[in-house]
């Protein structure tokens, strides 16, 4: 009896508890491919990311749908990227706007 309860504990301690390298893709297991899964960690690592606030300050924006994402400290809501507050897309717009405004006043 001894025997089997010192062999169920040394398998039990053998098993890790967290993964190594794939991290938050742990959970797809050996499936898609290697590749795949590492394109998906880097989205799922931006979107479930806490981004800083535009209004208040506070690192406390967090995605709450595909393009919505919420500010828990002063309640705003923002449209953003699917996966990122920010896209690149919404950066060149920005620039090209205060630059417009600037040429205007000037």
């Known amino acids: 009896a001894e025997r ?7 398998s039990k301690d053998a098993m890790g ?3 190594k390298k794939v991290h938050i893709t ?6 898609y491919g290697a590749s795949l899964r590492k394109q998906i960690k880097k989205i799922e690592i931006t979107q479930h990311a ?3 606030c535009g209004f208040c300050g ?3 924006v967090k995605r709450d749908a ?3 994402w919420t500010c ?20 060149t ?14």
């Open 58 to 60: 506070k690192d406390s």
């Open 17 to 19: 508890k967290h993964t």
């Open 72 to 91: 828990k400290g002063c309640r705003k809501t923002i449209a953003g990227g699917a996966y990122t507050m920010n896209t690149p897309a919404a950066a």
């Open 93 to 106: 717009v920005r620039s090209a706007i205060r630059r417009l405004r600037e040429t205007a006043e000037a």
């Open 4 to 10: 089997t309860r010192a062999r169920k504990n040394h």
């Open 66 to 68: 595909v393009g919505i």
């Open 26 to 31: 742990g959970k797809y297991g050996v499936r």
């Open 50 to 52: 806490k981004y800083t």
